[in-house]
């Protein structure tokens, strides 16, 4: 008690108002209505930070929608289509009657084509069988333009396709499963 009566005054008061701040602070009793308001501004300012993400994640659902709508309802394009929609590869020889023969030593006729590239690939091999796309093998900028080429070719964004090679950018799509890539001992052009 006696270094309290040594202090002077004014250090006693700086002594009890710290210590009134603390124990206010403390129990909640201190409170300035500006910092409530601020509080409320800041709750405000926090809500209007995620309206536009959650604008944006509904954008990007709707976006996701309508490309799946678009790839939903097509069927594999016929020969007949094909040579009338892409520029056949005049440099390489074409077999519209070409024999291939599988691993398993059965044969078959189908046409085999050489294409130059759409609006969403470079080159496209294609083989029909009975005028029907039986195979599309296709070379793309990067694997994110894959649907978008077999949708050219009437191929629906819920398939199956078979990257072929790791340092090109060369997917395969087989409607007919005999004639994959892994499938196929002999290509038309292997006999002449």
């Not at 603390?22 to 300035?32: D, R």
């Not at 819920?158 to 090679?165: D, H, I, M, P, Q």
């Amino acid at each position: 008690m006696e270094n309290w009566r040594k202090l002077k005054k004014w250090q006693k008061w700086t002594v009890g108002i710290i210590a009134f701040i603390l124990i206010g602070n403390l129990l909640g009793l201190i409170m300035p209505k500006s910092n409530n308001e601020e509080l409320k501004q800041d709750e405000t300012v926090k809500t209007e930070r995620i309206r536009p993400v959650q604008a944006q994640d509904t954008v990007e659902k709707a976006q996701k929608e309508i490309e799946s709508i678009k790839y939903e309802n097509l069927s594999p394009i016929t020969e007949a289509k094909a040579l009338e929609l892409f520029d056949l590869d005049s440099e390489t020889k074409q077999y519209p009657k070409g024999l291939f023969e599988f691993k398993d030593g059965t044969q078959e006729t189908a046409s085999f084509y050489s294409f130059l590239g759409g609006e969403n690939f470079s080159e496209a091999i294609a083989i029909f069988l009975d005028g029907k796309l039986a195979r599309v093998k296709v070379w793309v900028e990067n694997e994110s333009k894959v649907y978008d080429a077999l949708a050219e070719w009437g191929v629906s964004s819920n398939v199956e396709y078979s990257r072929l090679n790791n340092f090109v950018q060369v997917y395969e799509y087989a409607v007919d499963d005999r004639f994959s890539t892994n499938n196929i001992a002999r290509l038309p052009n292997e006999w002449d």
